[in-house]
């Protein structure tokens, strides 16, 4: 049985490959390299560098290895970038998607766990949000992933490929032994900039917005452990080995953090200053972002491990003092 992680050299696909290996599995590793890094591989991982949408490619890999099962990271996933450059977000994503599924159902590879996002619901009406809930991005890249889900799911009427769609929150945190974390260049997420001033590897932190109608005015978010997120992905790819029917699941916290109550958190977990200003409302951002997961604890049985923002914060704090640089290829 091997699972090949595409984009597995990423942030939350070099988490869920390290579990998968701990758990045992034989896996694989498919990543460009555009975004990822050489360096959060897996050594027990075989590694394939190339592209998903290089069909020609998909087949080598698909042709050496028997693949049971894929877990599907490999996507653009930056709000801003994608208001800029929308047409990159429906070619690396959506285009991408097209070409794994035509490789996928060509080897009659049927079991996909996606990463899916809670940027596919737009603005909520409501709080916390559910997996029925009306799914209108206010974004390219969410507009990019519900089209993924989409495509999946008449993939998976034609053909019979069975999809999970996993929505994240807000992803946050590190390995606890310090091993890998996130490391993007350029840094566009708000812990990881917290922690780079903090560490005094980056001297400027904007909150965008203070304006929103929240509790102090700044935007909230629901945050999960990365750990946390890459043993749902195990759990799903189980359920969808067990023969269950395709769906969704929200993985979140079901609680809310503001930006200026993360500032605070990590103001208390390092033991720094970390200087900040209010900037402008950065486009694309809605107000408050916070998932219902009960449908994720009762069918999947997941149980997230860190349910306190300080120990989330502690962890990505160990990542990023030990590593200033990342993994030090940029
Ligand atoms: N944010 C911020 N300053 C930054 C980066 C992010 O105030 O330098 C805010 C951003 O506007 C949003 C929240 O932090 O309200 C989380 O943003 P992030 O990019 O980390 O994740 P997203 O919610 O977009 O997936």
Same mark, same amino acid.
């Given at each position: 049985?091997?699972?090949?992680?595409?984009?597995?050299?990423?942030?939350?696909?070099? &988490?869920?490959?390290?579990?998968?290996?701990?758990?045992?599995?034989?896996?694989?590793?498919?990543?460009?390299?555009?975004?990822g890094h050489k360096g959060a591989i897996n050594?027990?991982?075989?590694?394939?560098?190339?592209?998903?949408?290089?069909?020609?490619?998909?087949?080598?890999?698909?042709?050496?290895?028997?693949?049971?099962?894929?877990?599907?990271?490999?996507?653009?996933?930056?709000?801003?970038?994608?208001?800029?450059?929308?047409?990159?977000?429906?070619?690396?994503?959506?285009?991408?998607?097209?070409?794994?599924?035509?490789?996928?159902?060509?080897?009659?590879?049927?079991? /996909?766990?996606?990463?899916?996002?809670?940027?596919?619901?737009?603005?909520?009406?409501?709080?916390?949000?559910?997996?029925?809930?009306?799914?209108v991005p206010t974004n390219p890249y969410g507009?990019?992933?519900?089209?993924?889900?989409? /495509?999946?799911?008449?993939?998976?009427?034609?053909?019979?490929?069975?999809?999970?769609?996993?929505?994240?929150?807000?992803?946050?945190?590190?390995?606890?032994?310090?091993?890998?974390?996130?490391? &993007?260049?350029?840094?566009?997420?708000?812990?990881?900039?917290?922690?780079?001033?903090?560490?005094?590897?980056?001297?400027?932190?904007?909150?965008?917005?203070?304006?929103?109608?929240?509790?102090?005015?700044?935007?909230?978010?629901?945050?999960?452990?990365?750990?946390?997120?890459?043993?749902?992905?195990?759990?799903?790819?189980?359920?969808?080995?067990?023969?269950?029917?395709?769906?969704?699941?929200?993985?979140?916290?079901?609680?809310?953090?503001s930006n200026l109550e993360i500032l605070e958190?990590?103001?208390?977990?390092?033991?720094?200053?970390?200087?900040?200003?209010?900037?402008?409302?950065?486009?694309?951002?809605?107000?408050?972002? /916070?998932?219902?997961?009960?449908?994720?604890?009762? /069918?999947? &049985?997941?149980?997230?491990?860190?349910?306190?923002?300080?120990?989330?914060?502690?962890?990505?704090?160990?990542?990023?003092?030990? &590593?200033?640089?990342?993994?030090?290829?940029?």
């Open positions: 049985m091997t699972i090949a992680v595409l984009g597995g050299a990423g942030y939350i696909g070099s &988490h869920t490959v390290a579990r998968l290996v701990e758990a045992g599995e034989d896996v694989i590793v498919i990543d460009n390299l555009v975004t050594p027990k991982a075989r590694f394939y560098q190339g592209d998903v949408r290089d069909r020609d490619f998909l087949r080598s890999v698909f042709k050496q290895e028997q693949v049971d099962g894929i877990v599907h990271f490999a996507a653009s996933s930056i709000v801003p970038e994608s208001m800029r450059d929308p047409l990159k977000y429906f070619d690396n994503n959506t285009y991408g998607m097209i070409a794994l599924l035509e490789v996928m159902n060509e080897f009659n590879v049927k079991n /996909i766990v996606f990463s899916s996002t809670a940027a596919t619901y737009g603005e909520p009406k409501q709080v916390p949000i559910k997996e029925t809930d009306p799914q507009e990019s992933k519900l089209a993924m889900e989409k /495509i999946m799911h008449w993939s998976d009427v034609a053909y019979g490929i069975k999809f999970v769609a996993l929505r994240y929150f807000n992803v946050a945190g590190a390995m606890p032994d310090g091993s890998i974390g996130e490391d &993007h260049n350029p840094e566009t997420h708000l812990i990881p900039i917290i922690l780079q001033v903090a560490a005094g590897t980056r001297d400027n932190l904007q909150i965008f917005g203070d304006d929103y109608p929240t509790k102090d005015g700044t935007n909230v978010r629901d945050y999960v452990h990365v750990v946390d997120l890459a043993d749902a992905h195990i759990l799903a790819m189980k359920y969808l080995q067990d023969g269950h029917d395709s769906t969704a699941f929200n993985l979140g916290s079901a609680t809310g953090f958190a990590a103001r208390k977990v390092t033991e720094k200053e970390i200087p900040a200003s209010i900037g402008p409302r950065r486009a694309g951002d809605p107000s408050t972002l /916070i998932a219902a997961s009960d449908k994720a604890r009762d /069918i999947l &049985h997941w149980q997230p491990a860190f349910d306190n923002i300080d120990d989330i914060i502690a962890t990505a704090w160990k990542w990023h003092e030990t &590593h200033p640089e990342g993994f030090g290829d940029h």
